[in-house]
């Protein structure tokens, strides 16, 4: 008897193994990548692909996070050996590229029963030629922090509204303390124009030599020579460690940045952050506010027809309101999903918060407003766009003519798009 038993039990082990490897077999793998996410989300990730399993028992989920600076070499090399991963994490400028190449595929029938959960600027973001490439994750956008203090002795009260009004309430701050009013990121003047509706390339030659882009860059120009404008690093790839040091230290009295930014002055500069109020950042004519830019989840050119169903389902459950908001919390990124956006850890500010809590929910009520800007298909982009921060550069600190300097640029970026287009 006990040696039946014992054969018995073997054959049921080896029928439950049997059964067990049959059904693995069966499972759809869903391979997701995300960009710099290690570690600091390693459990929020992996905690939601094991719910996703458990909730989906047909699917296994295989999680792979890279580098920014190298994911883009990996999923090409995956693409070319016919390879891909299910889905994998872009920024819009990447995805648009991509999509011209055809190295990612729309998406429209997998999210059209889901599209009204997002925002509709994560909407158009990801809409080329009439086709959406991808589910909206998490966007950012700026808000503008200010010192109260240095408000109060200039007689201002609350944020300002406009780029005007940003540059004569930095004039005024100027002329009354000393202190500069704020700096803005000129060495990104392309996003800086776009924000303001002024085009960089149309019909495939420059056009950021016209008379509005003058205009404006006059106005800076009046701005940097009555010292009102943040000095140092204005017109480096990346301005914004000096303009928050300068913040930090009380020398400049107003900061645009995204709320996570405010955690630094929380943490360095208390008496500074308690002194420190929040508003909206400032939109241009085109209704668009500053610092949005786009995450999302991309299906790779190459994926079965067995696969893509499963990872259009799971997609949108990285992507749905309730992981959006908690991926938010964690995260300080914003959600482009609706419910997540209207939830009350948004919306609902107490009196007394500090001015992170504040600027969140100043930050998600311009969600609605935010849009991911960038100049798409030129060549040698990067080489450009330093020539043109050259010659705003040049305007801008009176060293050469305004129209003359940028009338230069365009012409070099002229020649190389007219080779381009040859």
């Not at 201002?156 to 009013?181: C, F, H, M, Q």
């Not at 609902?348 to 998600?364: S, T, W």
């Amino acid at each position: 008897m006990k040696l039946k038993n014992v054969i018995a039990a073997s054959l049921a082990g080896m029928l439950s193994l049997l059964a067990s490897q049959a059904f693995g077999a069966d499972r759809v793998k869903v391979e997701f990548w995300t960009m710099s996410m290690k570690p600091k989300f390693t459990s929020y990730f992996e905690t939601l692909a094991r719910k996703y399993e458990a909730q989906n028992p047909d699917v296994k989920v295989e999680w792979v996070d890279y580098p920014w600076d190298i994911i883009q070499a990996k999923l090409v090399s995956r693409i070319g050996a016919g390879d891909p991963p299910a889905l994998v994490h872009l920024n819009v400028p990447w995805a648009y590229d991509y999509a011209r190449k055809g190295a990612i595929v729309p998406i429209d029938g997998l999210i059209a029963p889901v599209k009204g959960e997002y925002s509709k600027g994560a909407i158009d973001d990801l809409t080329f030629d009439g086709k959406m490439y991808g589910f909206p994750h998490t966007s950012n956008v700026a808000i503008i922090a200010y010192n109260k203090k240095i408000f109060e002795e200039v007689g201002l009260n609350g944020a300002p509204r406009s780029l005007d009004e940003v540059l004569e309430y930095a004039k005024r701050i100027k002329a009354k303390t000393g202190k500069s009013g704020f700096g803005p990121a000129l060495g990104k003047i392309d996003g800086f124009f776009l924000q303001q509706g002024l085009p960089i390339v149309e019909n495939n030659r420059a056009v950021f030599n016209s008379p509005r882009h003058v205009e404006l860059l006059e106005k800076l120009a009046q701005a940097w020579k009555e010292g009102a404008l943040q000095k140092y690093d204005l017109f480096s790839e990346d301005n914004f460690p000096s303009c928050i040091d300068a913040y930090k230290a009380g020398r400049m009295a107003m900061l645009v940045a995204p709320p996570t930014g405010l955690t630094r002055i929380r943490t360095d500069a208390k008496d500074v952050y308690a002194n420190t109020d929040v508003g909206p950042a400032p939109l241009g004519p085109t209704g668009i506010a500053d610092g949005g830019w786009l995450f999302h989840f991309a299906m790779p050119k190459g994926v079965s027809q067995r696969v893509a169903p499963a990872a259009g389902k799971f997609a949108h459950f990285l992507t749905n309101a309730d992981n959006q908001l908690e991926f938010a919390k964690v995260s300080g990124a914003l959600p482009t999903s609706l419910k997540a956006a209207a939830d009350p850890f948004f919306q609902k500010v107490d009196p007394n918060a500090g001015a992170m809590e504040k600027a969140v929910a100043a930050a998600a009520q311009s969600m609605k407003h935010a849009r991911t800007l960038y100049v798409a298909n030129v060549p040698d982009y990067d080489e450009l766009r330093r020539v043109l921060v050259k010659a705003v550069e040049g305007g801008v600190m009176g060293k050469r003519d305004i129209k003359k300097s940028l009338d230069e640029a365009a012409a070099i970026w002229d020649k190389k798009l007219a080779r381009h287009a040859g």
